[in-house]
């Protein structure tokens, strides 16, 4: 599976994104599927998990009720919809895939073997 990111970009707090990613390969549509987020001297945040094999949703307690991940299989494209940004939500977010019903917890970025190449989300307050 290769994965790309794209979708990110400036806005000022309050306002909206929706970012992709666009996946190869027709396991997309079997993928446990994420995004996580890293700022500069940070590891890497998870922010979402879309688990395919267990059926389940995951969100971060920061981005609850803001932040919404949805699939378009016809697409083979995942998005995350980020709705009242704040400028803490500034990082590059990164989508990832993983095999369904592999090892690991979900929430941790050592779990996903698969990755996109980031896209900058700058919120400017």
């Known amino acids: 599976v290769q994965l790309q990111a794209f979708g990110g970009g400036l806005v000022q707090a309050g306002n909206s994104l929706r970012l992709s990613c666009v996946a190869s390969g027709r396991t997309f549509i079997t993928a446990d599927m994420a995004w996580f987020r890293q700022t500069p001297g940070k590891e890497r945040e998870f922010v979402v998990a879309d688990m395919w094999g267990g059926g389940s949703t995951y969100y971060a307690d920061s981005v609850k009720g803001r932040f919404t991940i949805s699939r378009d299989n016809a697409k083979n494209t995942v998005y995350l919809q980020m709705n009242s940004l704040n400028p803490e939500d500034t990082a590059v977010y990164y989508c990832?895939?993983?095999?369904?019903?592999?090892?690991?917890?979900?929430?941790?970025?050592?779990?996903?073997?698969?990755w996109g190449q980031g896209t900058q989300v700058t919120v400017s307050s």
């Open positions: 990832a895939a993983v095999r369904p019903f592999s090892s690991g917890s979900d929430y941790s970025p050592r779990k996903y073997e698969y």
